[in-house]
Nanobody
């Protein structure tokens, strides 16, 4: 069972930046994809950014140009660099791993709060 541990959340003013990290217990190079999702109060969990094993990237329209997903295979870690943060980015951010054969793993989540 793959375990994911997120870190880097916190409170930031609008316009600020944060970098989230997700450390995996397995070799992420063998995973089909890894991604970041978020869930705001009263809303459904939504995809923020996703990186496939081949390197292709997907972003939610709301974060394009502001957020960047990347990975360090040697450290088995995926990052989400968030810039120009807005109050509407406030949510719990979850790391996700598509480990193969339809299996997925989730982290425990990290809170990001953007004040106006």
């Amino acid at each position: 069972q793959v375990q994911l541990v997120e870190s880097g959340g916190g409170l930031v003013q609008a316009g600020g930046s944060l970098r989230l990290s997700c450390a995996a217990s397995g070799r992420i190079v063998s995973f089909n994809a890894m991604g970041w999702y978020r869930q705001a109060p009263g809303k459904l969990r939504e995809l923020v950014a996703r990186i496939r094993s081949g390197g292709s990237l997907n972003y939610a329209d709301s974060v394009k140009g502001r957020f960047t997903i990347s990975r360090d295979n040697a450290k088995n870690t995926v990052y989400l660099q968030m810039t120009s943060l807005k109050p509407e980015d406030t949510a719990v951010y979850y790391c996700n791993a598509e480990t193969g054969w339809g299996a997925t793993a989730w982290g425990q989540g990290t809170q990001v709060t953007v004040s106006s």
